[in-house]
């Protein structure tokens, strides 16, 4: 099947080459074998930000980087590029892993969207960044009041960046369906592709050896491990594995600890006057209420970008058949449009793509060693909430590969998965009765009637996929 980028990874390429397609066949992959201290298999956020962070640590270690097709052309450079925090989610991180750990994680979650806009400045990679907050939405009556407990909660610990809108709300948002919201500057959005290519560009600078077009076929434990490529073979004393779903293709033991899930978008042809008069605040990040949010932002050349996620389950985890698509919830993504955007008079899009997501019980990434192989790590299960938070993931990963004992390596992301969904096929059919109950319950609310009792109750099911923990109902 030919390949469907999104819009940002064919915007990115033919930016760096001119022509996406001659660069996609210049990447020559690995032909030979190559020994390193440690090879980091995937390159995508996770795992070049974990290669940067070795490198700027123990610049003498050698480090390998492989990666099936290129850097950025997984989730990385696919996503919505909307900047968000944890702090949203601290209910739930407060549960998991205690207050002292859950503020820490808070605070952490926020530093690390400065980080990343300091790190582009300092290595002059051109992201279209902009550090310009986010606004998080009811759109209708039943979501009103749901952020409030989670922003009472985060001033009580003294950890709060959240402040009411007031009337202004709709201009700034850019939706008039906006009837309730908070923003917080610690956010904002990036175009992905540019993101990943920046720290690839980065990560050999820093001496990474990075081969692209390299997949691994197998991996062999030891010391040291061996991993198979169709070229050759990469020793390597310590192995991360930074694969986001692709993990299920080769270590089964995740199966149950991970769902797959689309997350579907489209984005209009230039509009910059439209915009300027109607749309959001340039480079905020605007996310609603939903279970399965919509999110949008604007871009660097006065487009406007939706996304949706929870329409497509994948069944049994197959990864491939989701990654690199068009969407095929177009109407969807149309009605919705055409109901948050009508000033915008946008009948048709430029372009789509869908991506899938990595979802994890928790809703949180997590991260440790493989069973038995104490040399070989992993961390995955961003849950759709990873352009900031990749940074955390190879914060903890550099530092368990170098064997630091810190606050990062010492947290509970590091514990493994903290949960398991049902084995398939009672997964998949668990899975679309409550994203059809979501959908129920979330059409009644939009047309201001009462959801059944129990599309409310097999939603609570789905409660982790909202970008923001639900205290209230
Ligand atoms: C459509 C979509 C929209 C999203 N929107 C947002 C958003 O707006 N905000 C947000 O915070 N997060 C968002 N996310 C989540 C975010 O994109 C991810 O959490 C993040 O990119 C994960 O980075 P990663 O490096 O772990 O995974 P990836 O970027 O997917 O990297 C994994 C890499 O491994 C490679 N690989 C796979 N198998 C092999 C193999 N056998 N050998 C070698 N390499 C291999 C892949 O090609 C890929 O490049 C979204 C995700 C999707 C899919």
Redesign the pocket.
């Known amino acids: 099947m030919t390949k469907h980028y999104s819009y940002w990874f064919k915007q990115a390429l033919e930016q760096e080459f001119g022509n996406i397609n001659a660069w996609l066949d210049s990447a020559k992959p690995l032909q030979k074998d190559v020994n390193c201290d440690i090879a980091i ?7 070049l930000w974990t290669a940067i962070l070795i490198k700027q640590q123990q610049p003498e270690k050698h480090v390998v980087v ?4 290129l ?14 925090t944890w702090s949203t989610k601290y209910p739930t991180l407060k549960k998991l892993y205690g207050k002292e750990q859950a503020k820490w994680l808070v605070k952490e979650s926020e530093k690390v969207i400065y980080e990343i806009e300091a790190f582009c400045n300092e290595h002059k990679i051109d992201a279209h960044l902009y550090r310009s907050g986010t606004y998080y939405t009811a759109t209708n009556e039943a979501q009103k009041g749901g952020m409030e407990p989670v922003v009472n909660e985060l001033v009580k610990q003294g950890i709060n960046s959240w402040k009411k809108c007031d009337n202004s709300l709709a201009d700034k948002a850019g939706s008039d369906r906006h009837i309730e919201g908070y923003y917080s500057e610690a956010a904002g959005s990036v175009q ?1 592709a540019l993101l ?1 290519r920046g720290l690839r560009r980065v990560a050999l600078e820093l001496g990474v050896e990075i081969h692209e077009n ?4 197998s991996l062999d434990y030891g010391s040291p491990v061996r991993i198979q490529t169709k070229g050759g073979a990469v020793f390597a004393d310590k192995v991360i594995l ?5 993990m299920l ?2 270590f089964k033991e995740f199966k149950r600890s991970i769902v797959v899930v ?4 489209v984005v209009t042809k230039p509009i910059p006057e439209k915009l300027k008069q109607f749309g959001p605040e340039k480079g905020a ?1 605007v996310v609603d209420s939903r279970i399965f949010v919509h ?1 949008y932002r604007d871009t660097q050349d006065g487009r406007l970008m939706l ?1 949706k996620g929870g329409n497509k389950f994948s069944f049994a985890n197959q990864v491939e058949s989701m990654f690199n698509q068009t969407t095929n919830y177009l109407p969807i993504l149309n009605q919705s449009f055409q109901k948050l955007f009508p000033k915008l008079e946008q009948s048709e899009f430029d372009y789509n793509w ?5 979802r994890s019980v928790t809703g949180l990434p997590f991260f440790g060693n493989l069973k038995g192989q104490s040399n070989i790590y992993y ?2 299960g ?1 849950s ?7 940074r955390m ?1 190879g914060k903890i990963l550099s530092a368990m590969v170098l064997d630091i004992d810190n606050a990062w390596t010492r947290s509970g992301l590091t514990k493994g998965p903290l949960g398991h969904f049902p084995p398939e096929p009672f997964r998949w059919v668990g899975a679309m009765m409550v994203r059809d109950a979501v959908r129920r319950k979330e059409n009644a609310e939009d047309s201001g009637s009462k959801p059944l009792w129990l599309d409310k109750q097999l939603s609570k099911l789905a409660g982790s996929a909202g970008k923001a923990d639900k205290l209230a109902d």
């Open positions: 298999v995937g390159g995508g956020y996770t795992g492989i990666e099936k097709g850097c950025g052309s997984g989730a990385s450079g696919a996503n919505g590029g909307c900047m968000l992905p990943a390299t997949e691994m076929a930074a694969l986001n779903a692709w293709d080769h689309s997350s579907d978008m990040a999110y996304g869908s991506g899938g997501s990595d961390g995955l961003y759709g909430n990873g352009v900031a938070q990749t993931g």
